[in-house]
């Protein structure tokens, strides 16, 4: 059954902890996205990665970082220096990058990170 | 940089009723996507455009390309209460570009 999988669903931190979110997808896709929801805006764009052990910045990158070592896993790191980590983070994949000019996105189900 | 425009934020019909919505942008687009999101939940992939005045049918959703490759529609047939939920629209502007996302609207239907 090939899909995205983001895990935990529900993530809970204390300030000044790092967390790790975790995104797998098992589409042989080449790249992949972190997203960040919040109540009332749109999706903006944390991270992305076309290629294997390659990642650039999206709009928003202060405060996370992210790893590619494997085509299928990308997680994001939220750290400490994120001032504002509370929302829903969405993980996405394409079966081609931003060259392909086409780029149909799909989504995982998402994981709600909450700062206590 | 590029900006989708969505409105109303929010709709509300009755069941059985059909519902059209618009995406609109001040510059041109290759590529038009879908979306609807429930509650808790990522968005799903309704219906992907990638020609200009495409026409493309997903069951009861219907999705158009815009001719000018400045607008798409979505309509929704003959509702029903599963249809809640956020639809997002997206468009690629080409080579080497991010994708665009507009705020969504939150579709509410009365049973």
């Known amino acids: 059954d090939g899909g995205i999988t983001q895990s935990p669903k529900y993530l809970f931190r204390k300030e000044g902890q790092n967390v790790t979110l975790s995104c797998e997808q098992n589409?042989?896709?080449?790249?992949m996205y972190w997203y960040r929801q919040d109540p009332g805006q749109g999706l903006r764009l944390i991270y992305y990665?076309?290629?294997?052990?390659?990642?650039q910045k999206g709009d928003i990158a202060e405060g996370y970082s992210v790893s590619r070592e494997k085509k299928e896993s990308f997680p994001l790191t939220v750290t400490s220096a994120q001032k504002n980590p509370t929302a829903f983070y969405l993980c996405?994949?394409?079966?081609?990058?931003?060259?392909?000019?086409?780029?149909?996105?799909?989504f995982g189900p998402g994981t709600r990170l909450t700062v206590l | 940089g590029q900006q989708l425009n969505q409105s109303p934020q929010s709709m509300f019909i009755q069941e059985g009723e059909d519902v059209s919505m618009n995406c609109t942008s001040s510059s041109i687009f290759n590529t038009w996507l879908w979306y609807k999101q429930d509650p808790g939940e990522g968005p799903v992939l309704l219906i992907a455009?990638?020609?200009?005045?495409e026409l493309t049918s997903n069951g009861r959703l219907t999705a158009q390309f815009g001719i000018t490759r400045k607008d798409s529609f979505l309509n929704i047939s003959a509702s029903i209460p599963s249809d809640v939920g956020i639809y997002f629209c997206a468009g690629h502007p080409g080579a080497n570009s991010k994708l665009t996302f507009g705020k969504g609207i939150t579709l509410s239907v009365r049973p």
């Open positions: 455009l990638y020609k200009a005045g």
């Open positions: 996405a994949s394409s079966r081609a990058g931003l060259a392909g000019g086409t780029d149909t996105q799909y």
């Open positions: 990665s076309q290629i294997v052990n390659d990642f």
């Open positions: 589409l042989n896709h080449d790249a």
